[in-house]
């Protein structure tokens, strides 16, 4: 079974302080694609970041980064200047083949502390 | 544009009534992906529609069934209800024919198994 495996239940991290979310996933596949969703409390997921698996360079949109490893299979995503509007859950998520929905990790919650 | 939207947003039932779920997706988006979301098992598949046809499902037991309209509008039902199917559950939907671009959630719906 393709899985994706999300290290930390829980972590926290200081107003403007930089924090960095595991992921680690299993594909034998050499293109595809990952994604970390935010899960804010009591609203909707929201797509933070999208990589793709054959481009070389890490997706950045703004204040959120991706470290991606594709050997070792890691997609870790790093919040810059952390803000209280972070605190959510995070997911990481990715399509096995064959056309397939997401599967996703079981989540990392993340708490901004003021 | 309108986003994802699910009704109801909170239920409560018992132990072997029958609920049914709605979702209405953003407009011009004929994919509806239906997950179930619980503390301890984080975000699990449970069937996709495109254009009315369910191209994926889950593993879930028969209990759990789904369907889609020609407007593309999707109804999640589920049978018979056990205290474990007290969970979120979120509704997706995307305009792609495959699973590499973003899904937009609605923000849920909770249902409370007693």
């Known amino acids: 079974a393709q899985t994706v495996t999300q290290s930390q239940p829980e972590m926290s991290v200081q107003e403007a302080e930089t924090v960095t979310l595991s992921c680690t996933y299993d594909?034998?596949?050499?293109?595809?694609?990952l994604f970390w969703y935010k899960q804010p409390p009591s609203r909707q997921m929201i797509l933070v970041i999208r990589?793709?698996?054959?481009?070389?360079q890490n997706a950045t949109e703004n204040r959120f980064s991706v470290n991606f490893q594709k050997a070792a299979k890691s997609f870790s995503l790093k919040i810059s200047d952390s803000q209280l509007g972070d605190t959510a859950m995070y997911f990481c998520?990715?399509?096995?083949?064959?056309?397939?929905?997401?599967?996703f990790g079981k989540g990392t919650r993340l708490s901004v502390i003021a | 544009k309108a986003g994802v939207t699910q009704t109801p947003r909170y239920l409560i039932k018992t132990r072997g009534q029958q609920v049914t779920l709605s979702c209405s997706p953003i407009?011009?988006?004929?994919?509806v992906s239906w997950y179930q979301q619980t503390p301890g098992q984080g975000l699990q598949f449970l069937f996709e529609?495109?254009?009315?046809?369910?191209?994926n499902k889950g593993n879930f037991p028969g209990r759990f069934s789904g369907r889609q309209f020609s407007n593309s509008r999707s109804e999640m039902n589920v049978s018979t209800l056990e205290l474990g199917d007290s969970a979120l559950y979120l509704c997706?939907?995307?305009?792609?024919?495959?699973?590499?671009?973003?899904?937009?959630f609605g923000e849920g719906s909770r249902l409370t198994v007693l």
């Open positions: 997706a939907s995307s305009p792609r024919t495959d699973y590499t671009g973003e899904l937009f």
């Open positions: 594909t034998s596949e050499s293109n595809y694609y």
């Open positions: 990589q793709e698996a054959y481009k070389q």
């Open positions: 998520a990715y399509p096995p083949p064959g056309n397939t929905p997401l599967v």
């Open positions: 407009s011009g988006h004929r994919s």
């Open positions: 529609y495109f254009s009315e046809t369910q191209r």
